[in-house]
């Protein structure tokens, strides 16, 4: 049931225009404020993020089909944006902030996983060139100073991407 209901929220706040999620939501599925996030709290940022990596494990070990339709709008909202990915997003789509290696990971390379069979884009070829740019991101290290978050989620991302992330259950 807590699966469940997961569910339920996650699209009841996925935004219907963009796909995007916002960092924290109430159980009307608003955007919810939290004295720690003044303003990100209605944002698609660090931990609205963690939703698509983990919806994507979901999917993987589970086969839930709930994840791919959550993930499919992410996976169109995403895939025409190259390079250029925010660090952060208004629901409406709008870039807040700049990209970062941790928000990259967790919020793109998941979504764009091989054999998922997700339609995003025009073509394939589109698809495929945006899955190779994250992949070459997410192979290169940080550059100074070395960041053990964003390398950490890097690593965690690849074990996914690479069906090498363990199933301890």
Known sequence: ???DRSYELLFKAQSKKTGLIPNWANLDGEPQ???WQKE???????????VAWR????????????????????CEFFVDKGDEIGGEYSL?????????PYFLSMSVATVFKPGWQLRCGETDKV????IDLKRKFLWTRDKEPFTYYGNAWKLLTLMHLTNNFPRFY
């Open 1 to 3: 049931k807590v699966k």
């Open 33 to 35: 404020l939290v004295p």
């Open 40 to 50: 990100q709290y209605a944002f698609w940022g660090y931990d609205a993020a963690r």
């Open 55 to 74: 919806v994507a494990l979901d999917h993987d070990w589970n086969h839930d089909e709930r994840a791919k339709r959550l993930l499919q709008p992410l």
């Open 92 to 100: 409406d789509g709008n870039s807040i902030s700049n990209a970062n």
């Open 127 to 130: 698809l495929q060139s945006t």
